[in-house]
């Protein structure tokens, strides 16, 4: 058994904005690195034996401001978000609208969510061959979230959109 904590990276500039930042470099905010500041403090009892975090920028700075003094701070790609192709830059209220149409279909120049479903399964089987019974931190963005979601929990993808806190607030 694998005990994962999963935090989503602070607010970027990006989130601020309300724009789809998808692989674009977006970098954390003020905000982002007040959070990220937070988490060691609200983590402090925790004993992570290795800290994986998205190789993004906004995703990998926040360990290491929260993580740096304590622990390895392993990159792994396929913890990135959604390639959004074509749609970066692009509203957060217009994306919202058509996410749904890219389950299984890849967004233009881009990848679909049974994509990042893909990468998050294999990265889950690297951490069951090397870290049983291990705490481990995972530090990443909403699209790996939602399809931890779906692998672990076994929603669908409808029902890992509708219930995100991001939507329900908490």
Sequence with gaps: MIY???????????NEKKIVAGWEGSELSKLGEIQAKKL????????????????LKRAFDTPLIAFSSKQKIVQDKRL???NV??????????????????????FPLGESYKNVEER??????????????????????NAPQLALEVL?????W?????????NTGY
């Design 4 to 14: 994962l904590t999963y935090f989503v990276h602070g607010t970027s500039v990006h």
């Design 40 to 55: 060691d403090r609200l983590t402090k009892n925790k004993d992570f034996k290795i800290i994986i975090s998205s190789d």
């Design 80 to 82: 990135r978000e959604i």
């Design 85 to 106: 192709g074509v749609y970066k830059n692009s509203k957060v209220s217009d994306f919202k609208k058509i996410m749904n149409n890219h389950i299984d279909i890849p």
């Design 120 to 141: 998050i399964s294999s990265s889950i089987e690297l951490l069951k061959q090397n870290y049983q019974n291990s705490h481990i931190a995972v530090v990443s963005h």
């Design 152 to 156: 672990i929990n076994q929603k669908s």
């Design 158 to 166: 409808f029902e890992a959109f509708d219930s995100d806190w991001r």
